[in-house]
């Protein structure tokens, strides 16, 4: 059975610009009802790019009241049914060999990541237990699959949603809710974009399709699993078979 994505509200973390944006605006496309979300609000001229105008959440991942706040407020918003899709997609990166890395850039990405991943899902998830319906997607990586050097904070990240979205996954099902990963390899966006041609072709030579892939393939790979009805507990690798 194909769930329908028209009609149905998403709210899609760190969506203010690239990949969150671009995943927005697909689900725009196919009809739903967008809720996206930055740290300081989102500009008016990126809001005039969708077909139905999208509401707004606005909170620190690392703000667990502010959090809370901002998704009960949403909840109160006149008219509003609630969310039926989740896509956890923001985060953040501090990188540097684990024996130089601080305790604080350690845990600054793991609460933004993680422990900011699971105070924006909790408060969601119990409207989505009680109406025994939805879909949660968490944003992986393959760094959480396989590591990666000087990524030690990000790959524990990384790793830690798939053990979330698997654990979540056993506790949702008996109520019809969904909870699913992607894990992305190298995409085209605002992160690479900052790479030095020398990094991108070292990149490159470890991706056997010898390209990055770009968002709306990403944006397609979480289409499908809001759609796939019978899906819960895994996690899809998009990755051009980098980790092969």
């Known amino acids: 059975m194909v769930e329908q994505i028209q009609g149905k509200t998403v709210l899609i973390t760190g969506s203010s610009r690239g990949i969150g944006l671009a995943i927005a605006k697909h689900f725009d496309q196919l009809g739903a009802q967008v809720v996206l979300h930055s740290r300081y609000g989102i500009d008016e001229k990126i809001k005039s790019q969708f077909n139905l105008p999208p509401l707004e959440v606005k909170f620190e991942l690392t703000n667990q009241q502010a959090i809370n706040r901002a998704i009960t407020d949403l909840y109160q918003t006149n008219e509003f049914k609630g969310v039926d899709i989740l896509i956890n997609n923001a985060g953040i990166t501090a990188d540097q060999l684990a024996v130089n890395m601080s305790s604080e850039n350690f845990t600054q990405v793991i609460h933004a990541n993680l422990i900011g991943t699971f105070n924006v899902t ?4 119990k409207h989505m237990l009680k109406s025994k319906s ?56 605002d992160m690479t974009d900052v790479l030095s041609d020398k990094i991108k072709e070292r990149i490159l030579e470890t991706i056997p399709m010898k390209r990055f892939g770009n968002v709306t393939e990403l944006a397609e790979v979480a289409e499908f699993l809001a759609e796939s009805s019978y899906m819960t507990g895994q996690t899809i690798v998009i990755d051009g078979g980098q980790s092969i």
């Open 134 to 189: 939805g879909c949660i997607i968490n944003m992986s990586s393959i760094v959480g699959l396989h590591g990666n050097i000087g990524q030690v904070n990000y790959a524990a990240s990384k790793a830690g949603l798939i053990g979330m979205t698997k654990t979540l996954a056993k506790e949702a099902a008996r109520r019809q809710v969904r909870v699913n990963a992607i894990a992305p390899g190298m995409f085209k966006s």
């Open 122 to 125: 909790q408060p969601i998830l």
